[in-house]
């Protein structure tokens, strides 16, 4: 009562204030029967409700393409034992790290790489990752796209849990001026990591946005294949509940088959 009498006397924020406040989040994905996680089925977030920071960044909150592909890596064991169950989990952008947390906490990974371009988002991730319990099974770091693997964060945690299998990004293609370093850091996944499975999930806001990247990674002769993956209608969803208004699309992308047979050599 007494912590409920404060707030009630406390002024309100400004507009601005309150756009720039985080606050606690919890999300419940829908886990099979035979899910491996026997923790609590939550994934717990400090989050911003603003779409841009004060700091001009759009990593402090959780997107609808990250809630997508979460409950797509939740439909079915193949797609968990696929991507997530005892493999080397890579994120780009990884945000709030809603997506990593979600593969080291209940999908059976055995390790995951978070990394974001920048270091204020990191800090903020790795308090999610603290009050997730799993900062034994995440490392997160700042990666910027289009630098070299080698010295990375990445390269070091490939010592110890072995080659990246796979490698998630979920809205991260929103900016056409990123694109070239993204699909640039792609390569450099492929180069490294011929076999390593790559998903991306974006919301289509805009087909001017995203039509680039599919083109530059056909460009690069990369395989690129969409995830028959639909997004279910508001009253359909069951949980990670996320808009439908916009489509959002999921897709797989491979190594050149030149990496791949020079990798059997």
């Given at each position: 009562?007494?912590?409920?009498?404060?707030?009630?006397?406390?002024?309100?924020?400004?507009?601005?204030?309150a756009?720039?406040q985080?606050s606690?989040?919890?999300?419940?994905?829908l886990?099979?029967?035979?899910?491996?996680?026997?923790?609590?089925?939550?994934?717990?977030?400090?989050?911003?409700?603003?779409v841009?920071?004060?700091a001009?960044?759009t990593?402090?909150r959780?997107?609808?393409?990250?809630?997508?592909?979460?409950?797509?890596?939740c439909?079915?064991e193949?797609?968990?034992?696929?991507?997530?169950?005892d493999?080397?989990?890579?994120?780009?952008g990884?945000?709030?790290?809603?997506?990593?947390?979600?593969?080291?906490?209940?999908?059976?990974?055995?390790?995951?790489?978070?990394?974001?371009?920048?270091?204020?988002v990191?800090?903020?991730?790795?308090?999610?990752?603290f009050y997730?319990?799993?900062?034994r099974?995440?490392?997160?770091g700042?990666?910027?796209?289009g630098?070299?693997?080698?010295?990375?964060?990445?390269?070091?945690?490939?010592?110890?849990?072995?080659?990246?299998?796979?490698?998630?990004?979920?809205?991260?293609t929103y900016?056409?001026?990123?694109?070239?370093?993204?699909?640039?850091?792609?390569?450099h996944?492929?180069e490294?990591?011929?076999?390593?499975?790559?998903?991306?999930?974006?919301?289509?806001?805009?087909?001017?946005?995203?039509?680039?990247?599919?083109?530059?990674?056909?460009?690069?002769?990369?395989?690129?294949?969409?995830?028959d993956?639909?997004?279910?209608?508001?009253?359909?969803?069951?949980?990670?509940?996320?808009?439908?208004d916009?489509?959002?699309?999921?897709?797989?992308?491979?190594?050149?088959?030149?990496?791949?047979?020079?990798?059997?050599?």
């Open positions: 009562m007494t912590a409920f009498t404060t707030l009630v006397c406390s002024p309100l924020p400004s507009e601005a204030e756009a720039q985080k606690w989040v919890t999300y419940t994905p886990l099979l029967p035979t899910s491996v996680s026997t923790r609590e089925p939550t994934v717990k977030l400090k989050e911003s409700h603003a841009i920071s004060g001009g960044t990593g402090l959780t997107w609808e393409a990250a809630l997508h592909l979460g409950s797509y890596l439909s079915s193949n797609a968990r034992s696929s991507y997530a169950k493999k080397h989990v890579l994120e780009l990884a945000g709030t790290g809603f997506l990593s947390i979600l593969c080291a906490k209940h999908l059976g990974a055995k390790h995951v790489t978070a990394t974001d371009g920048d270091a204020g990191v800090e903020a991730l790795k308090e999610n990752l997730n319990d799993v900062e099974d995440v490392s997160a700042v990666m910027r796209w630098w070299t693997l080698k010295g990375s964060l990445v390269e070091h945690q490939v010592e110890e849990y072995g080659d990246v299998d796979t490698v998630l990004g979920a809205d991260v900016d056409k001026a990123v694109i070239p370093s993204l699909v640039s850091t792609i390569r996944v492929f490294t990591w011929p076999r390593a499975n790559v998903l991306i999930a974006a919301t289509i806001r805009n087909e001017q946005t995203f039509a680039p990247f599919e083109h530059a990674c056909k460009r690069s002769d990369f395989g690129v294949i969409e995830v993956y639909a997004l279910p209608q508001m009253r359909e969803q069951t949980c990670l509940f996320r808009s439908a916009v489509p959002i699309r999921i897709l797989r992308i491979s190594a050149p088959l030149t990496m791949k047979d020079s990798s059997a050599i």
